[in-house]
């Protein structure tokens, strides 16, 4: 679904623009400041972004495409501190890995990823530090290798264990070690 808008996008960036009302393409295209609220009640924000203004001079007609829709999420994302959708996508296939398989090996879902990739949703912050994480080196394979069952967590608990056993062992001793002692002594 995302390639398909990618692709959409790349193909709205090679054809001339068209107007939505007359189909023409004397369209010409101004930068312009644009501010936006975003969220309702007391949570509600005003965003202020620049985006590419559309104008069919035929129609006398001004209007906002995809390309200022992005630009509108990318400013909600950056208000948030959330990665924007193009980050997202970039650290995926970073991996070189197909939405299904970077699910599958994060745990994260595949239908959530696509939504953040598609700016259709924002992650979360929790999701948005995860997100983070997978873009270091290293911590992929780390996951990957842990598998569904989450295997090398599984040794990092074991390891807490066996020290705590060793403590309870190390007092056992200790104990035997003065039991042995008083009854020497005695
Ligand atoms: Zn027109």
Redesign the pocket.
């Known amino acids: 679904m995302g390639s398909q808008r990618s692709t959409t996008r790349i193909q709205a960036a090679q054809k001339k623009h068209e ?1 939505p ?2 189909g ?1 393409h ?1 369209v010409t295209t101004s930068m312009h400041r644009h501010t936006f609220s975003y969220g309702s009640g007391e949570s509600a924000v005003e965003l202020t972004v620049d985006v590419p203004v559309r104008r ?1 001079e ?2 006398n ?1 001004d209007y906002l495409d995809e390309v200022a829709e992005d630009a509108e999420h990318e400013a909600i994302c950056q208000h948030f501190g959330v990665l924007p959708p193009g980050e997202i996508r970039r650290i995926r296939e970073g991996h070189r890995m197909t939405r299904a398989r970077f699910a599958e090996v994060t745990g994260l879902g595949e239908a959530s990823l696509n939504r953040w990739e598609n700016g259709l949703t924002i992650q979360t912050q929790a999701y948005d530090k995860y997100l983070r994480l997978l873009a270091l080196p290293g911590i992929m394979q780390l996951i990957e290798k842990s598998g569904t069952g989450g295997a090398s967590l599984r040794p990092l608990s074991n390891v807490g264990e066996k020290r705590f056993q060793t403590l309870e062992v190390t007092e056992d001793v200790r104990r035997a070690q003065q039991n042995f002692q008083l009854r020497s002594a005695a």
């Open positions: 107007c009302l007359c023409g004397r069919c035929p129609c007609f």
